[in-house]
């Protein structure tokens, strides 16, 4: 019987080292955030306030993905009358689309630590790869819930263009910077 | 240069305006359909300033670029391809329809089954509407154009206030090059309206123009809805005035009055409307 178990064991342990524990994004502890070239003068800001996705990762297998979905709707600069002419065929034409998403396809290890995600972004249903430089992660149990969660930072560029993303060039900025701030439970 | 094509008041009002004008005359004696092409070239390179000149993402913004220019290539060819006035009349509403549903139909299946019956019920009407009160002034240019400058001027202007100075800037471009048109037959012309054979589809550019760009602006963005009824009344109010003087400049500037009134009644409410919903912008 000792004998069994242990060969089980032998057999199920890499297979769990090969898969990644799945976690499912904490929506009110996730921020996509973004600034953006104000006619050359100033940064705007603003973020999302409704996003959701999942990721799976294992530290010790190197194995690392994660797909986002934002609501194009719930864009946010502290300015109704801008979000609304944001969400509008100008800028995000959030009616016809109202989901932003990004699906990371790559993860790139520097040996121990992720140190960028490569993914699928889709703006108005234009999907162009673009690599958010991870900045940090934490991983371990939360205090209160007791649960495995992990935190990353990730910030990366894009240039709106790419996504057709067309009206008020150049006088507002071309370039978008990107921060992703997103905490995740582990299912 | 750069900069003054960056600018949106030259891009949707100056460059269209010059643009129509100056090609309505030099085509006015070569054919009847001049203002039709003058509006095509005036469009043309106005959507290509305001919206590059690219048509992916096909956004439903962009639907409507290639729709309205369509319609013009149309209209100027119809007198040639579809002699028949009936052929035409039953042609007009058909191809609108198919243009609504092209552009809208894959958000309207979204929507809730009330909404939806009220887009296509609220939609159609519109077209249904413009499309009979514009073929009752298609022998008259100066109400023809001056019917089409207006609603596209209130159209774009009531778009702009709504969020979306895309859409605004598209009917204020056409809106110019039809009040460009306008001014060179005031000037100089000679009578050169759709006339009867192409009455029906002499009249899709600007029902299709303001019907597309109106319905996208409220469901795209947020105008009103009930901003599209003054709006769609006024190529009735043009075909009501009394005047037929035999000074162009008279009967364009007395056929265009009642138009321009809603519109600029319309686009002042909307932006009254918005302005009180927030803070300046």
Redesign the interface.
Same mark, same amino acid.
């Given at each position: 019987m000792k004998n069994a178990i242990l060969i089980a064991s032998l057999v199920i342990l890499p297979v769990n080292t090969l898969l990644a524990a799945s976690y499912t994004v904490d929506p009110g502890h996730t921020y996509v955030s973004f600034a953006i070239n104000h006619l050359g003068f100033s940064t705007m800001r603003g973020k999302f306030d409704k996003q959701s996705g999942s990721l799976e990762y294992d530290h010790a297998s190197k194995k690392a993905s994660v797909t986002i979905e934002i609501d194009a709707t719930s864009i946010d600069t502290g300015?109704?009358?801008?979000d609304?002419?944001l969400i509008? &065929?100008?800028f995000l034409?959030a009616?016809?689309?109202p989901t932003i998403t990004f699906k990371s396809t790559a993860a790139d290890w520097n040996g121990v630590n992720l140190v960028s995600v490569t993914g699928n972004l889709t703006i108005?249903?234009?999907s162009k790869p673009v690599t958010l430089q991870v900045n940090s992660i934490k991983c371990g149990e939360h205090p209160f819930s007791k649960k495995q969660v992990c935190g990353f930072d990730a910030t990366g560029s894009i240039k709106r263009?790419d996504?057709?993303v067309?009206?008020g060039? &150049?006088?507002i900025g071309e370039v978008l910077d990107l921060q992703i701030e997103l905490e995740a439970s582990m299912n | 240069m750069e900069q003054l094509l960056?600018r949106p008041e030259f891009q949707s009002a100056v460059i269209p305006f010059f643009l129509a004008m100056l090609l309505y005359s030099g085509l006015k004696k070569i054919t009847a359909s001049a203002w039709i092409w003058a509006l095509f070239a005036a469009f043309l390179v106005s959507a290509s300033l305001i919206?590059?000149f690219?048509v992916?993402?096909l956004?439903?913004?962009r639907k409507i670029i290639l729709l309205v220019l369509a319609s013009l290539i149309l209209a100027g060819l119809a007198p040639y391809l579809i002699q028949q006035v009936k052929m035409q009349r039953a042609a007009a509403p058909i191809l609108t329809l198919l243009a609504l549903l092209w552009v809208f139909g894959?958000?309207v299946a979204r929507m809730e089954i009330t909404a939806i019956v009220l887009f296509l019920a609220g939609g159609v009407g519109l077209v249904l509407w413009l499309l009979w009160t514009f073929d009752r002034i298609a022998h008259d240019d100066s109400r023809f154009h001056g019917a089409g400058f207006s609603l596209l001027l209130g159209t774009g202007l009531s778009a702009t206030a709504a /969020?979306? /100075? #895309? #859409?605004g800037q598209l009917a204020l471009s056409l809106a110019a090059a039809s009040g460009g048109v306008l001014l060179a037959w005031v000037l100089r012309g000679k009578a050169t309206g759709p006339g009867r054979v192409s009455a029906s589809i002499g009249t899709l550019p600007y029902v299709l123009s303001a019907a597309l760009i109106g319905l /996208?602006a409220v469901?795209? /963005?947020?105008l009103p809805w009930y901003a599209l009824i003054p709006l769609a009344a006024i190529p009735l109010a043009t075909s009501l005035v009394p005047v037929k003087s035999d000074a162009r400049f008279f009967n364009a500037l007395f056929n265009s009055l009642p138009g321009l009134i809603i519109a600029l009644a319309v686009s002042v409410w909307v932006w009254q409307a918005?302005s009180s919903?927030?803070?300046?912008?």
């Open positions: 300015h109704d009358k801008r609304q002419h509008s &065929p100008d034409n009616v016809e689309h108005l249903g234009v263009n996504f057709g067309n009206y060039l &150049p006088a | 960056d919206n590059g690219t992916t993402p956004t439903g913004t894959k958000v /969020a979306s /100075a #895309l #859409l /996208a469901i795209f /963005a947020r918005e919903n927030s803070s300046g912008y």
